[in-house]
């Protein structure tokens, strides 16, 4: 099992920058991809970045060029920069974590953009 813990959303004005933090911790050996996802009020949730273990990435049309998903395997944990935030990226964020048995799920932080 592995436990996931956001950290670093907050209140940034259009234009300005975030950095998100999710340090994973249990059985970590077994994750093969981690990712960022978000939702939106009166939306699905949806797919905003992956990265495997050996750093390959993938992003959401809707933030390529603006977001940047990279691991620290050192200290087991997953970052999402976010530049040039537009309101339509205000959301919950969530960390995801997934193993062959299955995927894990941070409780969500919150990032508002809003001047």
């Known amino acids: 099992q592995v436990q996931l813990v956001e950290s670093g959303g907050g209140l940034v004005q259009p234009g300005g920058s975030l950095r998100l933090s999710c340090a994973a911790s249990g059985s970590i050996f077994s994750i093969n991809v981690m990712g960022w996802y978000r939702q939106a009020p009166g939306k699905q949730r949806e797919l905003v970045a992956h990265i495997t273990k050996i750093a390959s990435t993938n992003y959401a049309d809707s933030v390529k060029g603006r977001f940047t998903i990279s691991r620290d395997n050192a200290k087991n944990t997953v970052y999402l920069e976010m530049n040039s935030l537009k309101p339509e990226d205000t959301a919950v964020y969530y960390c995801?974590?997934?193993?062959?048995?299955?995927?894990?799920w941070g409780q969500g932080t919150q990032v508002t953009v809003s001047s």
């Open positions: 995801a974590a997934f193993s062959p048995s299955g995927g894990s």
